[in-house]
């Protein structure tokens, strides 16, 4: 059979993946998306692992036991007493899977309104720009693309002597489909899936103890935000524990046994249930054939340049298979990008205005450097912090954890960084990014209207503190 032509073949429908072949479509290419995923009833679930084991699902479950914790614990400061609350796990976990389903569909519907050829199947890129393809159902065939697009994503890394059996020792998958409330889990990583998926089921009564290399948390994060998360978390029952080296894990009498060392010796503890958690790594296995000429960094990550291209001419690769942050919304905005650049000669990405957000409660939120960025680069800076203490609508909301800082360059007042720790901190950092695109200075935070009383005066308050003329605060 001869191969099928397409202006472009994109591999992996992730948010970065699909994103692209959408606004290719949109931009009048011919565009051929291929994904792996099916749902279990067998159906296609593109979405990647964003939207079918990561970003939405974790989601879902942290609205829910979210509820669950403020009906127990917050609801009677504000005068509503509630007797007898109880959680059906089961449809927690059915709510979840019908969102995650309800999106597939959407995708599949989009996929079709912007006639998209759409393959249920493995890709595999071969030389010249051609791709295998092998659907689940259906004949095998070679598509070639005038350009192609690597989008495969990332799995988990996995650690020595612990081994995922998807029922008590669990990765991502496994963790958003426990049928019960474990009495004891244990997280090895306490990172960003770690800390979102351990605050889930302690909020709904799991007493969670988190297994933590390094010796500090989040280390990426400013360490004033990571230090205020730390009082937070211990506060809410997380039991973390910073330089512990887990060794092997092993299941006996439905129990997980782990073995650990930290500083002070040997140890090892028993859970009903153990995550594995410790990082991710590009999907670029079984991706490309041995001569398709992409090449791979020491990491495994393919190897691109600032624009997104490969080894090869015309062949892009973007999102958790590349450098750079592995968060969805970098994904789609790269992917974005190069479709514009190939089909009008510009496209616009900015790899250094990508917010973070981790949703625990309090959300962490931040963007640009952290303090400890600038003064490693000797960068002259400016500070304002400003508490949600100081906020009437933090207090009005029973929810005035945490405080906004900003950093300022010292001369000419550009924004260099925000970090947010507070309710709502995920929706906040994005006036912060939108002030940092448009290359603001703190000024511009200062003299523009925040509406009163919301969160975000505590953003407007920051900016003024940076120049120590905040008003509900001694400077
Ligand atoms: P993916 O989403 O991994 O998609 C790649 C797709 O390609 C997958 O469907 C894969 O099966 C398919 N594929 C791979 N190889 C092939 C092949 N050879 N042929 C066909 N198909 C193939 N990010 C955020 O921004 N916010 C969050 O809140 C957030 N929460 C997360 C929570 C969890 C638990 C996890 C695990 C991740 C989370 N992330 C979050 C990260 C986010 O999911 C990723 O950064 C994002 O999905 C990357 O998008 P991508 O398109 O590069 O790859
Ligand atoms: P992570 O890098 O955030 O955290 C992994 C943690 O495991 C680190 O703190 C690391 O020091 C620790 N670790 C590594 N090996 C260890 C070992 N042997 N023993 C004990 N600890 C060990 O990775 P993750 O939590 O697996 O998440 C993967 C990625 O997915 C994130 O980096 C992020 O890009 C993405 N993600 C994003 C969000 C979000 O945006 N809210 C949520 C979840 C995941």
Redesign the pocket.
Known sequence: MADKEFDLVV???????YAAAIRAAQLDLKVLL????QGDDGKPA?????L????VP??ALLDSSKHYHHIRHDYSEHGINVDDVSMDVGKMIERKRSIVKQLNGGLMQLFKANKIEFAN????LLAERRVEVRPHDGDSFTAVGKHVML????V?FTIPNVEIDGKFIVD?EGVLEFDAVPARMGVIGAG??GL??GSVWSRLGAEVVLLEAMDELLGVVDQDLSRAAAREFKKQGLDIRLGAKVSAAEISDNQVKVSYTDKNGDHSESFDRLLVAVG?KA?SN??LAEDSGVELTDRGQVKVDEHCQTSVKNVWA????VRGP??????SEE?IAVVEALATGYGHFNLDTIPW?I?TDPEIAWVGKTEKELKDEGREYRSGSFPFAATGRGLAMGNATGHVKILADAEDDSLLGVQIIGANASELIAECVVAMEFHGTSEDLARIVHAHPTLSEAVHEAALAVDKRAIHKAN
């Open positions: 591999i992996g429908g992730g948010p970065g993946g291929i994904d792996d995923r593109p979405g990647g692992t964003c079918n084991v990561g970003c974790s989601k199947g493995r890709g595999k989008a495969a994503g990332s988990p991502n960003v899936i979102e998926m991710r999907a079984g991706l973007i999102g958790d298979l592995m968060l969805a919304h970098k994904a992917g957000v949703y």
